[in-house]
Nanobody
């Protein structure tokens, strides 16, 4: 399984960029995809997760109401719509996958990782 994250860049506070995670190789039919982020000097943090079936999703308290994770059933893509960005959302954003029908929030429970995409929020 290969994951590739894209869509990051330099944005302003309040902007609404969208990140994408493209999954290739073996399909994660009974698994979950999650977004994590890591800011300089901080631990990797769970942002949001979704079952590959799309039947369940979960967002961390820090992004709930601002970010939305979704899955496109027409192709193997998971999206992270980010709205009302704040300076503290600056981080490298990673997508990760696991072969389990449970959305885990610990990074060590995910075995497939993309390369990360930098999101910098600056005025």
């Amino acid at each position: 399984v290969q994951l590739q994250a894209s869509g990051g860049g330099l944005v302003q506070p309040g902007d609404s960029p969208r990140l994408s995670c493209t999954v290739s190789g073996r399909a994660i039919r009974n698994g979950a995809i999650a977004w994590f982020r890591q800011a300089p000097g901080k631990e990797r943090e769970f942002v949001a997760g979704i079952l590959w079936s799309g039947r369940n999703r979960y967002h961390s308290d820090s992004v709930k109401g601002r970010f939305t994770i979704s899955r496109d059933n027409t192709d193997n893509t998971v999206w992270l719509q980010m709205n009302s960005l704040k300076l503290e959302d600056t981080a490298v954003y990673y997508c990760a996958g696991r072969d389990s029908t449970r959305i885990a929030t610990r990074s060590d429970e995910y075995v497939y990782w993309g390369q990360g995409t930098q999101v910098t929020v600056s005025s």
